[in-house]
């Protein structure tokens, strides 16, 4: 074990210093290009000079502190720990290097076009060093699941989709009264567990049992904990997978603490702040963009530019919402005759509020839809204060009741220009997924979650995800 724990240290150490070694090389080339007047106040320093060691050494000292080399974590979730990581370094190896005297020649605009640069290099080599360990002997780990529930399958579903994480699924102990259908590897029930144990290399037990089982919980741990390394338990409390979750330790008792972080008022001041700067700085793109299209749309087909309705926002009152108009004039119309002509669309027109093959819609309007540009006039929304750039899809009226107790999540935030159901899929999501991804997002909002959800948001445009 300890052997492949130095090789796994080994080769992500190797992978950070290439990535390091390509952000100083970018940076001290940008320095070059960006600033060629200031030459002689800046000394061209090659990127092995001994002063940038100092840099290597402190950031694999920091990345190992943040579990960086120890914990698995899916990509976008190492890029936050990347991000803070590469910020702590960059400053202690300024700080090092006033300290010691030895850093006069160092260039101050290269470090910090390399502090800008680092995370994203550095996500992007792990990304591909890991998906090549999938094929030696000391990176995979083998994961069994004594449980083999809804949740269970779904967990390892997630787990198996992010190749980076690098488990592999051993199979399933299925607990008394549980349908072991469609986990395709069903190894026995959790009396085998030794046996199977003893027959596979396992790395990782996860109980995911239901909470009646308390007792037999216990009892796997206690049996797991003498045969694997690692034991974790999947807690099944009521929507747990969607609440914001902190452990609490109180001597040998731990609590388990739920947070709804947009509930604190503080913290919706702080996302609206945040949403402001960004549309203001991304105001030469925007801008432009949305009268390209406007004049598009007017010239398209004949009506206004601009779709308004009535949709629901913050404390469920109704504000307009801002498209542009990718449908016929006499749409409505258009509608009601072609539901009555193919009574075998009505179901799904009642079930999402959506057509995949929309007679209404006008050439201009597909590709507005495809790209989901017809939701760039929303951006005015945003500043007008009735919506985010990041939250909840605006719903109409008749889909509160779809949302039932979930509501209360959707009205106490404003709705998003992008969000969580944006970038899973979007239509291609059921309605039921979409309620518990804005309801997730509500009680585990943050900053970093925005900017995640902004990230993906582009990838998904291109790609038209569930786009229709």
């Excluded at 290269?110 to 996500?123: E, N, S």
């Excluded at 034991?231 to 902190?246: C, M, Q, R, T």
Aim: proline letters at 5%; aromatic letters at 12%.
């Amino acid at each position: 074990m300890l052997k492949k724990q130095l090789l796994t240290f080994l080769c992500l150490a190797a992978a950070d210093l290439g990535g390091l070694l390509i952000a100083l090389v970018a940076g001290l080339f940008l320095r070059q290009a960006i600033l060629p007047l200031f030459t002689d106040l800046f000394a061209t320093e090659a990127p092995w000079r001994l002063e940038y060691f100092w840099l290597f050494a402190i950031s694999i000292g920091v990345f190992a502190y943040e579990g960086l080399y120890a914990r698995r974590r899916t990509a976008w979730e190492e890029l936050r720990h990347l991000l803070r990581g590469a910020t702590v370094a960059f400053v202690l190896f300024l700080a090092v290097m006033t300290l010691l005297k030895a850093g006069a020649d160092i260039s101050r605009p290269a470090v910090f076009l390399a502090w800008v640069l680092a995370p994203w290099f550095l996500v992007a080599i792990r990304l591909k060093f890991k998906i090549l360990l999938l094929k030696t002997a000391f990176w995979p780990r083998s994961v069994l699941f004594a449980g083999c529930g809804p949740e269970a399958i779904q967990l390892a579903a997630q787990m198996q989709k992010f190749q980076e994480l690098g488990y592999v699924l051993s199979g399933f102990l299925c607990g008394e009264g549980q349908d072991p259908n469609g986990t395709g590897a069903n190894l026995g029930g959790l009396d085998a567990l030794e046996a199977v144990l003893e027959g596979q290399s396992v790395y990782e037990v996860i109980i995911a049992l239901p909470a009646e089982s308390r007792l037999t919980q216990f009892d796997l741990l206690r049996r797991a904990e003498a045969l694997v390394p690692k034991v974790s338990v999947l807690p099944e409390l009521f929507d747990a997978d969607k609440l914001n979750v902190e452990v609490e330790k109180v001597e040998r008792y731990f609590l388990l603490s739920f947070q709804n972080n947009l509930m604190k008022r503080s913290n919706r001041h702080l996302k609206s702040a945040a949403e402001i700067v960004v549309l203001f700085v991304s105001l030469p793109v925007w801008a432009p963009l949305l009268l390209v299209l406007a004049v598009a749309v007017k010239f398209s087909s004949p009506g206004p530019v601009l779709f308004r309705q009535a949709r629901i926002g913050r404390d469920g009152s109704s504000f307009g919402c801002l498209k542009f108009r990718t449908m016929v004039a006499d749409a409505e119309e258009r509608l009601a005759e072609y539901l009555q002509k193919h009574p075998e669309v009505r179901a799904e027109w009642e079930a999402e509020r959506k057509l995949k093959n929309d007679p209404r819609v006008t050439p201009v309007g597909h590709f507005l839809r495809r790209t989901s540009l017809d939701e760039l006039p929303q951006v005015l929304n945003v500043l007008g204060g009735q919506m985010s750039l990041v939250g909840p899809r605006p719903i109409v009226a008749d889909e509160i009741e779809k949302y039932g107790e979930y509501f209360q999540y959707y009205r106490a935030v404003c709705p998003g220009l992008s969000g969580l159901w944006q970038v899973s899929g979007r239509n291609d999501v059921d309605y039921q997924q979409r309620v518990m991804l804005d309801t997730f997002y509500v009680r585990n909002w943050s900053l970093w979650l925005d900017f995640m959800i902004l990230l993906r948001t582009l990838p998904a445009v291109l790609k038209r995800e569930g786009a229709y």
